[in-house]
């Protein structure tokens, strides 16, 4: 398969000012005439042809203003036609088969419904087009199809018309009077029902809002109908944009590849993200619907009325709309936990993204695959990038920028250089080097030392990009600290300041507010880095119990426990380091100063994923790989440690928050905590363990605290664990989302005997490789367990490679996304790094391979 690159962009030599499409849908055959208004771009350079891209079609028949011609040619998947003249009427009739459209790209029928995922190239699987994000069309579509199979018949913008065939079908016009790219386009077919309720904005806009979902499904739509309302006041009020169709709808799907899509005045989701009441769903759920539902919302604006010019800038709109979502989810629930949460994910996926062969730029300059780069660079270090922009303008002048970004280039297909553009003029700022955080990849790091001089520090900083696969050498980048000077001797915090290091080491001066001086750096993580500083346990301990921004408490927590736990996995000595995280903890413990819902992020320890890449390149020569097998005894060692030093506490703790009722503002935080308190239990004493998850179990009033008790339980040899996991699917049959979960927690479980669990689950009569949801819930679950993957044997690479085989020509996009795991192989100790090498091999000699495989793959072997 070809490799595309960014430097390689050319306008398109025809406008599409206008597509026409009528649907006669069937779940077996669906017909589909098209019918473009065409005319030349004078912005592109003239061509007498017209390319339009599909995707596994073909034409049935092909007339340009109203005449059936043939000189039209295939050229691969695309349809070439040559065009004369200046403007004309290109119509072209497809037809396809829904039900066998097992990638769930283009046009597929989900539960005896139809819908459609168009991002990024799915709709030239339906009809022949420019389907390229700088195209922008009005679209009028016109959709027909039996009655009782399809009562609800949607698609993007207004209703315009509907009626009776009399023959048992009907049909509805629809009409977006927004301009937009293929991707956004979306329809839907189905026997479905809303939760609805009407919003007005700010300019007195009545916006109708419709959920739709299954009729069973419809009592757990309230949180996403509600979730969708307060985005659509937040952005309002936070970055003054206001909806622009008198009716947004949304719709819930069961198979699907992603999380949602956010297609013109019609989303459709995953109903993971839908669907949520106390019962069925966790708090973390809850917050997830209420994440992507806002995340979705924001890119009407940020995506939708200003797109892409082309794929490589998907963070344009994935990394604004993603700082967009976490600024709302931190208003809406708490900007310190929320912070430490996403900081949480960035360092889990895309800091070992950084780290690996998949390694890119937010904007990458090549690939052979687009979906592949839909990744937590893209989005998540995207959100970063922007994140420092606001931080070094304020938010204020940061305001100024977007207010300028969405003024300017309202209904355009944009560029991350007319963002960044936008924002230097609005907010007056000189991006001119910060731009290189667009080309640069890998995760910077920055080393602190400082020395006292009189009444004042000295704070040297300096900073190395590591080089990243066609990347060897890099630039210094502009990488904004916030930072503070504390006094321990004094107990005092210091104020806050701003250090911008632009330099490869550069000397920051501030006055000293008291004697023996820790630094307290990167507060409330203003930058993607790794801080690099030797600081003393003791500071770290002081920092843990006393800093004054809470997520430099959380980061020193961490850095204790990291420093501690890489020594202890490495076979060095790490004197005192499990006596003082046992203090800390019971410092934490203790703290009164806390909520439960903070307290709870603090006693999380860092993941084995983020100790691998701590422990990778650590040492003396730098050269050392991570040990699986040894960091995960070490944490499980430590756990122990805190489990039994800290047992009074942590029972005081659980009995305390077991008193707080499910709806009591302090619930959520106590839900947390206590299943917080149930891990650190199951790691020091297991019989006690069991016996306190099952009896959360038993007396749960919410999946929250059930499925923390059945997740601890399924750790555990105990025979309180088959009795629950019994009693949970038996609960719970025949509602998806909660089966999916019944998967994921024995997948992810810190039982010994955890693949051949998993090998019998596959074999589950529920288990179904057709359904996303469901290979995510079992094998992205097992991927994520690193005692089961990293299997010193070599069984868990070998689960996750056979199901890539097999997955791969049924949902190539799906399958590609477990290529990653077995990607990391070079910063793994040598024995198990050849097993997973020795799997990369097997797959890419498989024949066949998808485009989306076979670049993953191909990557992570080279
Ligand atoms: N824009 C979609 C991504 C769909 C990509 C599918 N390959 C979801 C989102 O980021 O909102
Ligand atoms: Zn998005």
Aim: with cysteine.
């Amino acid at each position: 398969p070809p490799v595309i690159h960014r430097e390689d962009y050319r306008p398109f030599p025809w406008r599409v000012p206008t597509t026409d499409l009528a649907f006669e849908l069937g779940i077996e055959k669906t017909r589909i005439t098209a019918t473009l208004a065409v005319e030349r771009n004078p912005d592109a350079e003239p061509s007498d042809r017209l390319r339009l891209n599909g995707d596994g079609i073909t034409a049935q028949s092909v007339t340009v203003d109203g005449e059936a011609v043939n000189d039209w040619e295939m050229d691969g998947p695309d349809l070439v036609l040559p065009l004369a003249g200046d403007a004309h009427t290109v119509e072209i009739v497809t037809e396809i088969d829904p039900s066998a459209n097992t990638q769930l790209m283009g046009l597929y029928a989900s539960n005896g419904m139809l819908c459609t995922q168009c991002e990024a190239e799915g709709f030239r699987r339906i009809t022949f087009f420019p389907d390229r994000p700088d195209v922008l069309s009005t679209y009028r579509v016109r959709m027909s199809g039996p009655k009782e199979q399809f009562p609800i018949l949607l698609c993007n913008g207004n209703r315009a018309a509907e009626g009776e065939n009399g023959d048992g079908t009907h049909w509805a016009e629809w009409h977006d009077p927004w301009p937009k790219p293929s991707y956004l386009f979306a329809l839907v077919a189905g026997d479905l029902v809303a939760n609805s309720g009407d919003f007005t904005t700010v300019s007195g806009r009545r916006v109708e809002c419709n959920i739709w979902v299954r009729r069973e499904d419809l009592a757990r739509t309230d949180h996403a109908l509600e979730s969708l309302h307060r985005s659509m006041r937040w952005d309002e009020e936070t970055f003054g944009r206001e909806y622009d169709l008198d009716l947004y709808n949304i719709v819930a799907v069961s198979d699907f590849n992603m999380g949602a899509m956010e297609n013109k005045g019609l989303n459709v989701f995953n109903t993971k993200y839908v669907l949520a009441d106390k019962d069925t769903a966790t708090d973390g759920d809850f917050d997830a619907v209420e994440g992507v539902i806002a995340h979705e919302y924001f890119h009407n604006w940020s995506g939708n009325r200003i797109t892409c010019r082309d794929w490589f800038q998907l963070s344009l709109k994935e990394g604004f709309t993603v700082l967009r979502d976490q600024l709302f989810s931190q208003d809406m629930r708490g900007e310190a936990v929320k912070r430490i949460e996403d900081v949480r994910i960035l360092r889990a996926a895309q800091f070992p993204e950084d780290a690996g062969p998949l390694a890119h730029p937010i904007r990458p300059d090549s690939y052979r695959e687009i979906s592949n780069f839909y990744t937590a660079t893209v989005y998540n270090k995207g959100a970063e990038v922007i994140r420092m922009m606001r931080s070094m303008a304020g938010e204020e002048r940061f305001r100024k920028g977007t207010d300028l970004y969405f003024e300017r280039h309202d209904g355009e297909a944009a560029t991350c250089e007319d963002f960044v553009r936008a924002i230097e003029d609005g907010a007056g700022l000189d991006l001119t080097q910060f731009r290189l955080w667009y080309s640069q990849a890998g995760t910077p790091r920055v080393r602190v030392s400082h020395e006292v001089a009189g009444d004042g520090i000295r704070i040297t900083l300096s900073q190395q990009v590591p080089a990243t696969p066609g990347q060897a050498k890099k630039q210094p980048m502009v990488i904004p600290l916030r930072l503070a000077v504390h006094s321990k001797a004094n107990e005092t915090t210091g104020t806050e300041h701003i250090a911008v290091l632009t330099e490869a080491e550069q000397v920051f001066e501030y006055p000293l507010t008291g004697p023996d001086p820790v630094i307290s750096i990167n507060r409330g993580f203003t930058a993607p880095v790794i801080v690099e500083r030797e600081l003393a346990r003791d500071d770290l301990v002081f920092l843990a119990a006393h800093d004054d921004d809470p997520f430099a408490r959380y980061e020193a927590l961490q850095e204790l426990a990291v420093d501690h736990l890489v020594a202890a996995a490495s076979g060095e000595t790490s004197e005192g380091g499990e006596a003082a995280l046992v203090e800390a903890f019971r410092a934490i413990l203790a703290d009164g100063t806390l909520d439960d819902a903070m307290r709870g992020e603090l006693m999380m320890l860092p993941s084995e994923t983020y100790l691998f890449e701590a422990m990778a390149g650590s040492g003396a020569t730098g050269t050392r790989k991570a040990d699986p097998g040894a960091i995960h005894a070490a944490r499980e060692r430590l756990k122990a440690a805190i489990g039994s030093g800290c047992a009074e506490e942590l029972d005081a703790l659980y009995d305390r928050a077991e008193e707080v009722a499910f709806d009591d503002p302090a619930g959520r935080g106590a839900r947390k905590v206590k299943a917080q308190v149930l891990v650190y239990a199951a790691a020091s004493d297991p019989a006690k363990a069991a016996e306190m998850a099952a009896r959360q179990y038993d007396r749960a009033d919410n999946m929250t605290d059930r499925q923390g008790a059945l997740m601890v339980l399924a750790g555990l040899e105990a025979p309180e664990r088959e009795e629950r996991l019994a009693d949970f699917y038996d609960r719970y049959r025949g509602n998806d989302l909660v089966i999916d979960k019944w998967f994921t927690l024995q997948a992810l479980s810190l039982h010994p005997q955890v693949i051949a669990q998993v090998e019998a689950l596959a074999q589950h009569r529920d288990f179904t490789i057709r359904n996303p949801n469901r290979v995510r819930s079992l094998y992205m679950a097992f991927a994520g367990n690193p005692q089961g993957f990293h299997a010193q044997d070599g069984a868990g690479y070998r689960m996750i490679a056979d199901l890539i085989l097999k997955l791969d020509p049924i949902n190539p996009q799906t399958a590609a996304r477990f290529v990653s795991p077995l990607g990391r192989w070079r910063r793994i100790e040598p024995k198990r790094a050849a097993l997973m090498k020795a799997e990369l091999e097997r797959i890419a000699e498989a024949d066949n391979l998808s485009r989306d495989t076979y670049e993953q793959v191909s990557r992570s072997l080279d």
